[in-house]
């Protein structure tokens, strides 16, 4: 920085960028890792619109979800683990030994800051326009490369139909040791009267919590100010007493029951490459793009050439199929809100979390097996049936 710009990153003598990637969060964020510890001799160049890479986020992920094969892609941003986690519903309690973990925004934006070469992360810098091999700056400076990746998160969602997992997330900081050891990823033991909603806690230390008020809603508003307020009296009603400490993480994650993916793939920046959930690798059931970050980061990485052009039909196909693949769990969200009445929507979920610890896995890296899909949807539905064929009906795109 010399007068308040950024550094231009095509100084005469620069070598020339082969990929340029827009957007430094969790999916732009791997891939150019990616790209430095597999192809080095390729020039991977970061914009991100932000001061930091990162944003300000916890990405949680069962030990399951990212193949052994992958850690090593994710192992430096993980910040905490537990050999297993809870959840709680009314009537029931469920310990599961399944390992889980989080990554913090932290890690990514130091990962990335030690991978980069001086010039190669470019941050507090806005994207105008992109092409296929270019992107105009907010200045009106023009960066040629060979491709482009868009990571900008999500963009023009109006083609698919959505409902929202909405969620404000609080660090905590008790007087006392709080005696959690593990997390405890849904306690639905609230108030249901909004839709299916739980309180996400991870225990962070002996004294430090991680709160988070989460809820599935048809509409994608959020209210900051009541969620914080929510989970302060939650913690007091767990004997957490205390104070919330700096940080505080929100959240609108697009739940997704049908829709047009080409209208989808193609709204924004028609012919240029896509990921994360600009590019629809999203869970449909959950919103959750961890799992889908780390294989479409190898598959980019491990591509021999990289042209604008044929990027984007690389990618396009892999989310195309993603998407094919996705229609079981898109009916489960159609079931989630098209079936089930708002205060009675907890009741999916808690019949889901008596299954086998393995298909709940599989479930979410969104690797269900046949056998899988028959067990979730098979015995009594915790809906009315009438309205659960109306729902899986309704269910085909």
Not at 3 to 9: A, I, K, L
Not at 298 to 303: D, F, H, K, M, T
Not at 351 to 362: A, E, Q, S
């Amino acid at each position: 920085m010399t007068d308040g710009r950024p550094e231009d990153p095509m100084p005469k003598d620069a070598q020339p960028i082969d990929l340029l990637i827009i957007g430094g969060g969790l999916a732009g964020g791997l891939i150019a890792l990616a790209m430095r510890a597999r192809r080095p001799d390729l020039r991977t160049v970061v914009i991100e619109a932000g001061e930091r890479a990162g944003g300000n986020h916890i990405w949680s992920c069962f030990a399951s979800d990212v193949p052994l094969s992958a850690r090593w892609l994710i192992d430096p941003l993980i910040a905490y683990g537990w050999s297993g986690y809870d959840v709680r519903f009314p009537g029931t309690t469920r310990s599961l030994p399944a390992a889980y973990a989080s990554l913090t925004s932290d890690r990514l934006d130091a990962a990335l800051h030690n991978a980069m070469p001086a010039g190669d992360l470019i941050l507090d810098t806005e994207v105008r326009t992109l092409t296929p091999t270019s992107a105009i700056l907010a200045d009106g400076r023009t960066i040629q490369t060979n491709a482009v990746i868009d990571a900008r998160g999500a963009g023009d969602m109006s083609a698919l139909d959505l409902g929202w997992q909405k969620f404000v997330g609080m660090a905590w900081h008790c007087a006392e040791p709080h005696g959690l050891s593990r997390p405890i990823i849904m306690a639905a033991k609230v108030d249901q009267a909004e839709g299916y909603r739980f309180v996400y806690t991870l225990p962070l230390s002996a004294t430090d919590l991680f709160i988070e008020d989460t809820y599935y809603t048809a509409g994608p508003e959020l209210d900051v100010e009541q969620l914080k307020r929510r989970i302060a009296i939650y913690a007091g009603r767990q004997g957490w007493s205390g104070t919330d400490g700096d940080r505080i993480e929100t959240g609108v994650l697009p739940v997704c029951m049908s829709g047009d993916f080409e209208t989808y793939w193609t709204a924004q920046a028609p012919g240029v490459a896509k990921v994360g959930l600009r590019g629809g690798f999203f869970h449909a059931m959950t919103g959750y793009t961890l799992p889908d970050a780390v294989r479409v980061a190898l598959a980019v990485s491990s591509l021999p050439a990289f042209a604008g052009a044929d990027l984007h039909d690389r990618l396009h196909a892999m989310a195309l199929e993603h998407w094919r693949g996705q229609r079981f769990y898109r009916m489960l969200a159609t079931m989630l809100f098209r079936a089930a009445e708002p205060e009675e929507r907890w009741r999916v979920l808690a019949r889901f979390y008596r299954l086998d610890p393995t298909l709940i896995g599989r479930f979410y890296a969104g690797q269900s097996s046949l056998y899988d899909k028959l067990r979730i949807l098979t015995g009594k539905p915790p809906v009315p049936i009438s309205r659960a064929i109306h729902a899986l009906g309704a269910a085909t795109s």
